[in-house]
């Protein structure tokens, strides 16, 4: 069962996946309790601008002007959220569609999208030992600001007047967590896909959130779901030859149905 | 000032003080929404703000939370030493919570997450969970630490949330409008509680309410607010004043 790790590509996928389903799966669990999961939507869609920019302006790395991108636009989002009356899905509907046209845009300037389309559905197999690196920085980042800012996170979301009556500042750890969710989108586009991104982050947490009953299992089921669907998902894929990601997000569903009609079931 | 009040004062120890807010103004644009407000809040008193629908009550409570944008002053002064501080501790409980049935968080998740750093999704911390219920049974609501929010009743909820807001204990207990939501009986329930706070601790309340009756059974001081004061004073005060009669309909109470 386990040959296929004697390949290299297998081997860094794996170690990507055992990395990055974790963050997705932590970030998810927020996400979902602050109704954001068209905001992280729009981050993946908004991405292939972030690629755009950085082939335009000719940054060494494009990692780098991805994240600065990332960072820009999701606290350009939230300062325009919270200056106008328009609702919320409105004003990132606006920002994610011209983001990602401007983006395709740029993209097919030379009549050569193609060469870009893998950010559309994304090549896990293709990750490279330094992307696994980024990605582990990134988790370790990401463990740091839950463990400093969740509480604030949650109770902001609760009710931000009593939250700063307790002198908690939500807006700040609103406008950090969405920046790390753009980061962590952009990270992981290369290989997952914009298609794909938002469901890695919303049907982890989803699927635990219909069983949970407190913090804790909720934060616990949303890694078990994400870490186990995304290997298995791996491994299915290496022996079926379908495409890893969406064999990924199918198990996931699949996990949130079935947790959903536990929920159905479950009597209290 | 009733007389209940008065007795309350002189029982009030070293952390006696009085709190003044001093020419208030709020406004959206060019929109007076408060203008120069002057309040005057003591210790040991409930003060009960009233007013038609979109008089302003709610934004005085968000000025004073530090929420929107006014000018003014709000001093806290300790009437035993004549110190004037910054340091005012305000709580607040607010008209509701962003909460669904479902949503996988127990009373001791929400409680820990407003006064404790330590992050709630990591194991339970033993102190901090026993510090949480000895708050709670200051409202006979320690059963209730480990179920989930979203399905305590809202009366259980409320005396959650009057718990948070006292934890630490504040100079200045803020209640939005809290009735709403709860049936007769857990008004009245929920009034009770109030007076037994504030004969317990030393704390000033300030309370929105609709309910004219409840209102003139418990408060110390009525502030009859329409974009400004239009009177305040004890109950039976404000309620003999013009301005009630014409804008809650004189009589009926």
């Known amino acids: 069962m386990f040959d296929f790790l004697s390949y290299e590509f297998m081997r860094n996928a794996l170690l990507a996946i055992l990395v990055s389903s974790p963050i997705f799966a932590l970030l998810g669990t927020m996400v979902v309790n602050k109704k954001m999961a068209f905001f992280s939507d729009a981050i993946g869609h908004s991405a292939l601008c972030g690629i755009a920019v950085g082939i335009v302006f000719g940054f060494t790395s494009r990692s780098v002007s991805m994240v600065l991108f990332a960072v820009l636009f999701s606290v350009l989002l939230n300062l325009v959220k919270d200056r106008t009356t328009y609702g919320a899905d409105t004003i990132i509907s606006v920002f994610a569609s011209v983001a990602m046209s401007l983006g395709l845009v740029l993209l097919s300037k030379d009549g050569n999208f193609n060469k870009y389309s893998s950010y559309l559905v994304g090549d896990i197999l293709s990750i490279t030992g330094t992307e696994i690196v980024s990605l582990l920085i990134c988790l370790v980042l990401v463990i740091a600001f839950w463990a400093v800012a969740y509480n604030g996170l949650s109770s902001d979301n609760l009710n931000r007047a009593l939250a700063k009556s307790k002198g908690i500042r939500g807006k700040v750890y609103d406008y950090v967590f969405s920046a790390f969710i753009a980061v962590v989108i952009m990270f992981s586009i290369r290989w997952i896909g914009i298609l794909l991104i938002n469901s890695l982050i919303i049907l982890p947490a989803a699927s635990s959130r219909n069983i949970a009953r407190n913090t804790r299992t909720y934060h616990l089921g949303s890694v078990i779901f994400s870490v186990l669907c995304g290997v298995a998902g791996l491994i299915i894929s290496y022996y079926t030859s379908a495409p890893s990601g969406p064999m990924i997000v199918l198990l996931l569903g699949g996990t949130f149905f079935v947790t959903f009609i536990i929920h159905a079931f479950r009597k209290d | ?229 239009l009177c305040k004073g004890t109950p039976d005060e404000v309620y003999a004043d013009p301005d009630f009669k014409r804008i809650f309909g004189g009589g009926e109470v």
Not at chain 2, 1 to 15: G, Q, Y
Not at chain 2, 36 to 48: I, P, R, S
């Open chain 2, 1 to 229: 000032m009733t007389e209940h009040a008065h007795k309350l004062k002189d029982s009030c120890n070293v952390h006696c003080h009085c709190i003044k807010i001093n020419g208030l103004n709020v406004s959206f644009g060019d929109e007076k929404i408060l203008d120069d407000v002057n309040l005057h809040m003591h210790c040991g008193e409930l003060t009960v703000l009233i007013g038609p629908n979109g008089a302003g009550k709610s934004t005085l409570l968000r000025a004073l939370l530090d929420e929107v944008p006014h000018e003014g002053t709000i001093e806290f002064k300790e009437t035993k030493t004549g110190n004037i501080s910054n340091m005012m501790k305000i709580g607040y409980v607010p008209q509701s919570l962003n909460i669904e049935r479902e949503i996988p968080m127990t009373v001791y998740d929400l409680f820990a997450s407003f006064i404790s750093r330590y992050p709630v999704w990591l194991f339970k911390n033993r102190k901090l969970y026993d510090k949480i219920r000895e708050q709670l049974r200051l409202f006979s609501v320690e059963d209730c630490i480990d179920k989930q929010v979203g399905k305590l009743s809202g009366g259980q909820l409320q005396r959650v949330m009057l718990s948070i807001a006292i934890t630490p204990m504040p100079n200045l207990l803020i209640l939005d409008e809290p009735v709403s939501g709860i049936d007769e009986n857990g008004v009245r329930d929920f009034y009770r509680l109030v007076n037994e706070m504030k004969s317990r601790n030393d704390l000033a309340i300030l309370l929105v309410s609709h309910d004219l009756e409840l209102v003139r059974k418990y408060a110390d001081k009525v502030v009859l607010l329409d974009r400004k004061i």
